[in-house]
């Protein structure tokens, strides 16, 4: 007997079924690009006002001031190269010279920079006469800075003398 109270769900009402997940497509990814645009704006008014200022220092007309003597504000140049050649020939800096002319450039050039230094570049087959007399030209220049360049013999036993 039915009962006319009761209710009866169909079998296919047991049935698992997937449900579709509704994914929000609603609004779209944008980018805002209103912060970059304040930048690049106070980035412009920037280099407008620091331009105006540039423009306002070169029209200032300014009288500088004078001073009594000078010395030479760039670096010291590199070493300077005295050789003494075989027969007694002097050069500086690849330059023949004679003694006199040594002492009187490297004086020279030694007013203009004080810790001036010299490589005395001597010829084995060279006098010991020639090679003092460049060192003498370089101690009545008043150089303190002086170096000898010699070559180093490839075994003790090879030396010349």
Do not use: D, G, R
């Given at each position: 007997m039915k009962d006319e109270?009761?209710?009866r769900l169909p079998p296919s009402a047991f049935i698992l079924h997937s449900m579709?997940?509704?994914i929000q497509h609603d609004e779209q990814l944008s980018l805002d690009l209103t912060p970059m645009i304040d930048v690049v704006f106070l980035l412009i008014i920037f280099f407008m006002v620091a331009t105006?200022?540039?423009e306002q220092e070169r029209d200032i007309e300014l009288e500088l001031a004078e001073v009594a003597s000078t010395t030479a504000m760039t670096a010291a140049p590199k070493q300077r190269v005295v050789s003494v050649q075989a027969e007694g020939q002097i050069r500086l800096d690849g330059e023949d010279v004679t003694l006199a002319?040594?002492?009187q450039r490297l004086s020279a050039a030694r007013s203009e920079y004080p810790e001036?230094?010299?490589?005395i570049r001597n010829d084995a087959a060279c006098a010991f006469?020639?090679?003092a007399?460049?060192?003498?030209?370089?101690?009545?220049?008043?150089?303190?800075?002086?170096g000898v360049t010699v070559r180093i013999a490839k075994s003790p036993g090879t030396t010349k003398r």
């Open positions: 109270n009761s209710f579709p997940l509704k105006s200022f540039s002319e040594l002492t001036l230094s010299v490589v006469q020639h090679f007399a460049s060192l003498a030209a370089c101690k009545e220049a008043q150089i303190s800075n002086i």
